[in-house]
């Protein structure tokens, strides 16, 4: 394996083996292709694997000389990515391969996301199964899909032939900081039925642009405004203007991504640019002082048409109201972990059809609190006459009050670097809740190099990090 972009980098083979990862399209929903690249792996390397229906590999490698009655060590992450990229981006990233390079300090993808959340995981996995000289126990790989859309791979996986019960999942973005706790989750989805008819009058079009984004779990409390959100607020200044009818509406594609961007269209009776304009700025001011957006951008656009297949006004004051009327961000902080999320619930998605959707992520180390903000969203759906569905709930991740899994990282992390790990709970999902329900008696912590802004096209991989956690789990999976 001979990396060409990521050529000198180290550790050697992890970048060879990242960099082909980022040639082959893998986002959520995509991932037969990079299935089969790691079946094909297995097969070359003479590995027992397994590769079910969902796509899911689990490959199977004995221990190295002298760790033969040592326990199995299972090492996990996810093989999808999320895919965002920039407006003026020419990649198709159903099908092309990532603009993968590095400037000495990160390694980023150009104009898209990195997929190092998580392809790190499976880079990391595959350099160590590539070398026999690495002291290890014997592994079991588990590399699950569509993580990033609801954990379908890891709820839908069969465990059952596994052996192992200490699992490393490589799924974090802060290196010297340990995971062993997180929040359960669900998506729910909210449908407005709606009608359209001709409605003639002059089109106008509004932007709100040049938000941040990033992750609706890890990042949901960093102040970091939504703007499909947004535009509801800004829709309802410029309806009290004016009479209008909507002809047009998205923000966000991902539900655990915070949407940096959305647009509507509009037919807005006796429209004046200038006053919508005058609106617009003013809410551009108060987001950028309320929340940490220096970069946003409000603004209205005349559009070169009069009239379109638009809602009625009575239809699309309903949609204004249930966008400005459904909960966002963090709904309740922990009582016993200073700065953690307990619960919260991203807008996600917004599209607009035959009918009006809208995607939430909700996230809650409680599950109770998680199934009493489902409810909710239920209730309000039930309100505005819509309908309501969920799917891709999974448990939150306990904290195991003995683990020696844990002991042994941290002991290794402070001979290693000479200062303690931190040790947390956070907000953003993980498998290991799921992967522990499978297995009774799991023990496991979760832990990665250092990234940046993930879920976004500033995505970056720290270097080297990436070679200090590389060392770091060698150490520890010859100390277990």
Known sequence: MISQKLAGLQPEKVFAYFEKLCSIPHGSGNTKLISDYLVAFAREHGLKYIQDTLNNVIIFA??????????????QGHMDMVCEKDDDCPLDMAVDGLDVTHDGKYVFAKGTTLGGDDGIALAYALAILDDDSIAR???EIVITVDEETGMEGATGVDLSMLKGRTLINIDSEDEGIFTVSCAGGARGTIRLPLERRAVYGPCVKLVVDGLQGGH?????????????????HLLARVQELMPLCITGLSGGSKDNAIPRSCQATLVAMGSHIERINDVCQQLQNEVRQSFQEPQAVIYGEDVDALGGNALSTQDSAKVIKLLCQVPNGVQAWSPYIQGLVQTSLNLGVMTLADDLKLTFSVRSSVNREKRELLARLQAIAQEFGGEYSEMGDYPAWEYRKDSPLRDTMVTVYKDMFGQEPQVVAIHAGLECGILS?????LDCVSIG?????????????DIASTERTWRFLLEVLKAL
């Not at 890890?218 to 499909?228: F, K, L, T």
């Not at 190099?449 to 991989?461: A, C, F, V, Y």
């Open 62 to 75: 004995p221990a190295t000389a002298g760790y033969e009655d040592h326990a199995p060590v299972i090492l």
């Open 137 to 139: 126990p014997a592994l």
């Open 216 to 232: 609706s779990g890890v990042e949901i409390h960093q102040n970091r405004a939504n703007a499909s959100k947004i535009m509801g």
């Open 437 to 441: 329900d499978k297995l009774p008696g």
């Open 449 to 461: 190099p250092q990234m940046h802004d993930i879920h976004t096209s500033r995505e970056r991989l």
